[in-house]
């Protein structure tokens, strides 16, 4: 039975071996053989730590939410703010794998962990200094915050507007400053009139 280091190494070879093929490939349906034979192992050592298909990709996606691209979730909005500067730069080191992450079921099946996550953590942060924003507008903030807060904002400033990392994160940043100045100053949202 191997060490719980050795163990650790194992799991860490078998993943970093998965997200170099990903990478090499520009595809995520990597075969398990594959995987094996890049980490030097065999087959079956593979389904020893990664009982199937879905764990190795739970897995991989904590991995790479925290060793590769090392995203902070922030305590305070200002981090929020600046977050997706981080985010930005980290995504043009590994342009391959971040818009298999943006664009393929299997990616985004990666991030979800971590976008739930940072969704909790968002409304914790945002309204704590500002509890009187209504729910209707916090709401609105929040989802829109979301959308920009996305590597597929920084694919989709890349691709349409040729935009590096730099200046994704210095727009998506702006946005998200924007609209927290503009929810936390509005007077409480009226309903919406009937007809």
Known sequence: MPSDKAAAQTRQRIIESFVALIEERDDVTVPT???AER??????????YFSCRDALLRATGEWLNTQVFGFALGTDADDLVQG???AAARFDE???LSRILAL???GRSMRIKFRNELLVRRRR??????PDVPAADRRRAEAVIACLDNVLSWLTLREEFDMNGSEAGAAISWA???ILRETR???????PSQP
């Open 185 to 191: 100053a509005m007077p409480p949202s009226e309903p």
């Open 33 to 35: 053989a594959h995987i």
């Open 176 to 178: 998200i400053e924007v």
């Open 104 to 106: 393929t079921r299997v």
């Open 39 to 48: 980490a030097n192992l065999s087959v079956r050592t593979i389904y020893k």
């Open 84 to 86: 997706f500067r981080i």
């Open 125 to 130: 942060t945002l309204w704590r200094d500002t």
């Open 94 to 96: 590994h342009p391959n």
